[in-house]
């Protein structure tokens, strides 16, 4: 029995209006991988360390679902690249060496 005094109430709209959560909770910022934003910081310095957490952040993201994928990918480019590189400057030094090795001997005999 309704009171014909009270004022009527609409109901609640089924849809939720944009930019609001449902039930007043509230939307959280986005939690972005830890290991991701190491593997990019550490492509600068250490390629190794870079490629090692860049996979380990794309397999924790694929099952977690949280930010920081292309994070992920960019230290892990940043990082291969950085590894041949350090590789194929290697290799040069030593063929420079194994190709004249007086060249390199400070020695005066």
């Known amino acids: ?5 009270l004022p009527n109430h609409a109901p609640a709209p089924a849809y939720q209006p ?11 910022p986005a939690k972005y991988n830890v290991l991701a934003i190491v593997s990019l910081v550490s492509a600068f310095f250490i390629s190794l360390v870079a490629i090692i957490t860049g996979h380990i952040a794309l397999g924790q993201i694929k099952k977690t679902g949280e930010q920081g994928r292309g994070l992920a990918i960019a230290g ?7 590894f041949v590189g350090g590789l194929v ?15 390199f001997n400070t020695v005066n005999s």
């Open 76 to 82: 892990l480019v940043l990082g291969y690249v950085g």
């Open 89 to 103: 400057v290697g290799i040069v030094i030593i063929a420079l060496i194994a190709s004249n090795p007086d060249a």
């Open 18 to 28: 944009y930019g609001q959560q449902p039930y007043g909770q509230q939307a959280g």
């Open 1 to 5: 029995m309704t009171d014909p005094n």
